[in-house]
């Protein structure tokens, strides 16, 4: 829902400082992700984020998350799905070229990132998306993606 995307972005700091929590709990539950299965714990989680992030960001479950650098915006809903924005089309009031009902998310991701400050790092370049990932959890990407580093670290020549 439009409104509850404009608030969320509204209390981007809160959200990013709610969202470091909920990352630490699910990576502290990595054995337990690991003794389950992440394939099986894959579809419920899922759920749960569907739903979560579809009320407060009106996520589109793109499968790797970049709320964090983008003001707490959705670029997804951005109607060219553009990953680095904004395009040249956002009219002089911020509104978008495409659905003049909307403030481009680009325009609101600036505001999540001045709320946020220095942890949103919204200049940082996007990598294009990668549509096998579609519909898959993005907070159990994260965990995964954690890990590997700490393993990768770990076992770097010295
Ligand atoms: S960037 Fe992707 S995972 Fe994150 S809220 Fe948007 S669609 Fe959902």
Known sequence: ?????????????FLV???NKLEGVLTAL???????????VEKPITFIERHVKGF???????GQCSLRDTGMSCPMNCPKELRNGPCGGV????????????RCVWVEAYRGHQLIGEESSILSVQ????????????????????????????????
């Open 17 to 19: 400082a709610a969202y």
């Open 91 to 102: 009219r002089s009031d911020g509104r978008c070229e495409v659905k003049p009902e909307m």
């Open 30 to 40: 990595d054995a337990l992700w690991l003794k389950i299965g992440y394939d099986r």
């Open 127 to 158: 990598f294009p998306v990668d549509y096998r990932l579609k519909g898959r959890s993005s907070w159990l990407r994260e965990v995964r993606k954690k890990r590997d580093k700490e393993f990768y670290a770990q076992t770097e020549p010295e």
């Open 56 to 62: 407060l960001f009106d996520c589109k479950m793109c």
């Open 1 to 13: 829902m439009y409104a509850v995307r404009k608030w969320s972005v509204s209390r981007a700091r």
